[in-house]
């Protein structure tokens, strides 16, 4: 069935250390990809997107892209911040099923 | 913007009751409202899909009568955990559509005694 699998945490790193958090997807079709984040004690917002193959999605430093022949939309960042620490979420949407699709989701610290 | 926004972010109650969670679009109407479940340290798991004006539509394995959902207008979806046990303790997250994008709310949490 359709699933999305990430790296499990939490992954602790230092600030200014480069980051990918992996993600790869189980879909039939072409879904649209997404990459949410969660601040501590806050809801889910969208960090970018993706829409069709080898795009790529960016938004405040963080960039992942589309490969459809990986079925992977990876996450990376090349200077993490401390601010950047939260839990990061892979998921999909298919039109067919209407519903997003979750990875478990991945815990980032970063120390200073 | 566009902003969801959750009632009330965390409540207690004892088992056996019932609690009533809402969620609103605030600058924003949403014809689809979806509610979703968190268990700790785990993803989020969709409940249900709301429509305004018709029938939920339930996710395989959720009790449609122990969480009843109701989608009155464009801005306004509520779920209610009629009586909750502790079992159904958990968060419980909304999100709202506009255009092909959703909004999350910031979530609430049930603690069920």
């Known amino acids: 069935g359709d699933s999305v699998t990430q790296m499990e945490g939490p992954v602790t790193l230092s600030e200014e250390a480069f980051l990918t958090i992996n993600c790869t997807y189980t879909a039939t079709g072409y879904p649209s990809l997404f990459w949410y984040v969660q601040y501590p004690g806050e809801g889910l917002q969208l960090l970018l997107k993706a829409t069709k193959a080898d795009d790529k999605g960016s938004n405040k430093g963080f960039e992942a892209t589309y490969r459809k022949e990986t079925t992977s939309f990876h996450l990376e960042k090349g200077s993490v911040q401390v601010s950047d620490s939260a839990v990061y979420f892979c998921?999909?949407?298919?039109?067919?099923?209407?519903?997003?699709?979750f990875g478990s989701g991945t815990r980032l610290l970063v120390r200073p | 913007g566009a902003v969801v926004s959750q009632h009330p972010s965390w409540v207690i109650c004892k088992s056996g009751t019932s609690v009533k969670i809402e969620c609103r679009s605030l600058d924003f109407q949403a014809t689809t409202m979806f509610w979703y479940r968190q268990f700790p340290k785990q993803s989020l798991m969709l409940m249900a899909t709301s429509n305004e004006g018709s029938k939920a539509t339930y996710e395989q394995g959720v009790e449609k009568d122990k969480f009843l959902i109701n989608h009155a207008s464009l801005t306004l979806s509520t779920l209610t955990v009629t009586s909750a046990h502790p079992e159904d303790s958990s968060f419980y997250i909304c999100?709202?559509?506009?255009?092909?994008?959703?909004?999350f709310g910031p979530g609430t949490r049930l603690t069920v005694l």
């Open positions: 999100s709202a559509s506009k255009v092909d994008e959703q909004f």
């Open positions: 998921a999909f949407w298919m039109d067919s099923s209407y519903k997003l699709i």
